[in-house]
């Protein structure tokens, strides 16, 4: 399994998912929008692994 930028921000999506459901509170920063624009732009991006130079 190769490490994608797609991957990079589903695995940030939910983690700010959970942190969102654990009630964490960053001031006015919405971690549950953040986390929505990190799924929508896991699909916007295209599918380049990471740390690979040819």
Known sequence: MTFT???LLLLIAVVL???AALGLDLGGISLVALGL???AGAF???ETAL???R
């Open 37 to 39: 624009a990190c799924f």
């Open 44 to 46: 916007l991006v295209p």
């Open 51 to 53: 740390g690979t130079r």
């Open 5 to 7: 930028f797609r991957s």
């Open 17 to 19: 998912f959970v942190l």
